[in-house]
Structures are given as C-alpha cells and as structure tokens.
C-alpha cells in the first residue's frame, strides 16, 4: 500500500541551525526522522519499521547513518534495528533506547532514561520518560525539536496500551508546558483524523478551525503536516485542552454521571471517546472545510 505522504516535508534547521531534519515516510503513515550533526556529518535515525526506506534516503542524499534512537519497543519502531540486524549493518551501530527494556531493543549500546543526556556530534539532546503509550516509552529533545514516538501526535496522542490515563496526562502536559516554537516530530501521519475527532468535541475553536482547512488543503497535495509545534497543539489538541469548558461539556454529554473534576478525568473521558470512533461519522460537511 502506498504511504498517505507522497510530498514528504522539505529538511529543515534546528537547535539553533546545528541540526538537520530529514523526514523519512515508511511503510503506510510511519515516519522516521533522521537528524544530522551539522559539524560532523553523524545521523540518527529516531525509530521506523523497517530500514530500507531510510537507507534508500542515506544512499540518495549523500548521508552516512551511525545511530539509532528509539522511542519505544513496538515492532513500527524497532523494526528498523531489526532489519538493520537482518542486512549485517546492526553491529557497529550506536543504538539509544530505554534502559529498563535491553532485551526488546535489538543491539542497543546505550541504555538512557529520563534526564539522560544524548549526544549527536557536539549536540546535546536530554531524555524525557513519556510514558503512557506504553510504559518505557521515551521522548528525545533536541534544542526546539521534539521527537516524542507515539506519545503526542499532531492534534492527537497515542493509543494507551499500558496507561493509565493518568501517566499519559501527566507525559501530555509535561511536553505541553515546552516552548510555544518546539517542532512536534512524532512518529505518524494521523492529523487528519485526529482533527476530525478535535472537532467533534471543540467545534467553536476559530485555530482549530481554521487548522483543519489548512490541513485539507495540505493533504489534498500529498504534503505532510508533520512537525506542528507545542504552540499549536496547545491552541488545538484536544488531549492538551482538558481546561477547555468547550471539551468538558462535549466529553460530559458523552458520558452522561461519569465524574469529571480533575484534567486527568477529562483525558481519560476524551480518550475513551475516541476509541468509540463516534467521530468517524461525520461527514466532510460537517467541518469548517468552505
């Protein structure tokens, strides 16, 4: 099946222009970031499910990948170290993931954890334990770049395998209190349905509006999205907007009696509304696309 992204986004400067970032679309929605050290030339690629889409990138751009971040332990996100093992590149490679899970990351070198610090070429980057998603899940920052795996999504955030919603809510709202300008590079393509969803429970929301024509517009050209920033999934993830009396009354009118006092109840409601796919319903009339 062809990948939902056939203009993949042009590479672009970060950690003040000390950084390079190349998106790479894999497999159906996957992306897979390579960052490249300015100075020294190092790349690393953060996750992917397979290694022949990044490879094919390295060889067609001149780029010589030496690492491997990953965020977490899903097949989508290891299986580049794995086909990386199958081909004989593996050995040799830097490999940084969690370091409570060694045996799921195959040939990693460098176990981190939250507060570690990763160094690519003469770039710091820290580790940020996001979890949720799935526990052991991990975050790298890089500067005003945010590679955040399947824990934050453009106007969504990742399914909770492990949970709780509590855990979750608490990684969301950590990332959410970054700087307004940090890119959100995260690991799919899923902002149109997530908008669709955002719109059923803020549909008076002028940012999200006006965010959901731009992304049709975007999408209808194949263009990728991804990154957004921390700014504008403040202004329009739902996930990020527990306090939004809008969000509240939605998500209560979904839940008719359940208890809503805290952000962390909210999340957990708003979470569970998406899964039931109501929102799936809607019609492209139905949103604020003329």
């Known amino acids: ?9 042009m590479p672009f400067l970060a950690a003040n222009d000390c950084l390079r970032v190349h998106q790479v679309p894999a497999a159906e929605d996957n992306l897979v970031w390579l960052v490249e050290c300015v100075a020294s030339g190092e790349v690393a690629a953060v996750d992917g499910p397979s290694a022949k889409e990044t490879l094919a990138y390295c060889d067609a751009n001149g780029l010589k990948l030496t690492t491997i971040l990953n965020t977490h332990t899903h097949p989508d996100h290891v299986g580049i170290n794995r086909d990386l093992g199958r081909r004989g590149l593996l050995e040799g490679m830097r490999v940084v993931g969690f370091s409570g899970r060694p045996a799921d990351i195959p040939g990693l070198t460098e176990g981190v954890d939250e507060g570690s610090v990763v160094m690519l070429g003469a770039v710091e980057g820290r580790v940020l334990r996001t979890e949720g998603h799935i526990d052991g899940h991990i975050s790298f920052l890089f500067g005003d770049v945010l590679f955040c795996g399947d824990t ?14 509590e855990t979750m809510h608490a990684s969301l709202e ?31 929301n002028a940012d999200l509006a006006q965010r959901i024509r731009s992304t049709w517009e975007a999408r209808s050209r194949g263009e990728c999205v991804v990154p957004s920033t921390i700014g504008l999934e403040r ?10 009396s809008e969000v509240r009354a ?11 006092a805290t952000g962390a109840e909210v999340f957990a409601a708003t979470r569970e509304l998406k899964d039931r796919k109501d929102y799936r319903l809607l019609g492209e009339d139905a949103l604020p696309l003329a």
């Not at 062809?2 to 986004?9: E, G, K, L, N, W």
């Not at 934050?152 to 919603?165: R, V």
């Open 1 to 9: 099946m062809p990948h939902t992204v056939t203009r993949p986004r």
């Open 152 to 165: 934050l999504f453009t106007a969504g955030c990742g399914y909770l395998f492990d949970g709780p919603p």
């Open 174 to 204: 950590r990332l959410a209190l970054l700087p307004a300008e940090t890119r959100v590079c995260c690991a799919h393509e899923y902002t149109q349905d997530n908008l669709r969803f955002a719109w059923s429970v803020e549909p008076g």
């Open 235 to 244: 202004r329009t993830n739902p996930f990020l907007r527990t306090q939004s």
């Open 250 to 260: 939605s998500v209560a009118a979904a839940w008719s009696g359940r208890e809503l």
